[in-house]
């Protein structure tokens, strides 16, 4: 029954409250059995039972819980840097698609990955992550598009989850662009996704989610609900790309079919605020993205002042957002979308792991929960997300284990 003792700051992130409230704890212990946090308090109320155990000392900085990624397209083929030139002269991400770059470049170059190329080039983002204090992940499908692909996609997921010391979480991403050997036929994809790929991952339990990219150039709002109303019927819970270049009313189907989350929402209305309150649909909001595609981030405060909560994330993919940097995110969460730093924390932790339906399990330090935490070296979370460094974490832990420690802060 290890205790780490000596935390300055224990931000529990427990769901309840606002989203600025962090029920935060100074001067702080924490003690776990096996996998699993088994007593959270003040050092000074501390069990005796506890005083014999081995313990971890914190060195009186900020411990958080594990931080949850709800949102990262992990495995694909290649990179797009040329895009990336080509955007900052000028290129609108719209035109770079529709010249054959975009998604569809990345789907090309996905088929041709193998199933261990895949593996290993997750595997070490994986890796990456961790060192981040990152302990759980979702991945997203969606640069396969064929069966054989999407499918090695999904297994990769599987793999990791079974070999890697990470919680992952699959997403069925079929409807991410309606691939060009159905360019002249996209009710025909639509019904491949439906009558022939969601039964197959839902029979193979493959995913948890089925997620939609409703968007010109993408999806229609129809379109997205028959695969999400389909992915529903078969156990795949909905998530939906919502509102991120145009309003298309994404925050209201979120709502309608019962979304977990919706993700991006920089152009959603304010009925489709209201829906998602009502439905308490998470918003997902994703800076990277913006910062990367050069447009103005969503704006947290009118989702939060609606009492929406709101969940931050990377977007990790090779076109909008190359980079899994969670705590970056954060930072830009602050600084673009007007979050404070505790919220943003929530956002990473509790109402992250709302967003892939864990919430039960990890995003809080609370007793009975999966003992992932990480140790960061700051004061507080206005001290960390405010002077942000390259890595700012210490060590990261997975259900009680240790899977990371710094040699040094950088
Ligand atoms: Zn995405």
Redesign the pocket.
Known sequence: MPVLTNIGYLATCRGNGSQSDLHEIRDAALAWVDDQISWVGPQSSLPLEFSTEPTIDAGGRLVIPGLVEC???LAFGGWRADEFEMRSLGKSYSEIARAGGGIRKTVRQTRQASKSELLEKSRSHLEAMRRLGITTVEG?SGYGLDRETELRILEVYRELEETQPVRIVSTY?GAHVVPDEFKADRKGYVDFICQEMIPTVAERGLADFC?A?LEEGAFGREECREILETGRAYGLKPKL?ADQLSCLQGAELAAEVGAVSA??LEHASEAGVQAMREADVVAVL?PL?SLYLGQPAANARRLIDSEVKVAVST?F?PG??PNFHLPLAMTLACSLCRMSPAEALKGATIYAAQAVDLQGQVGSLEEGKAADFAIIDAEDPNDWLYRFRPNACVATFIGGESVFTADEVI
Do not use: G
Request: glycine content about 0%; charged content about 25%.
């Open positions: 949102h990262t397209h997203k991403l997620d990219f790309h993700d991006h994703l993205a977007d993919n909008s957002s």
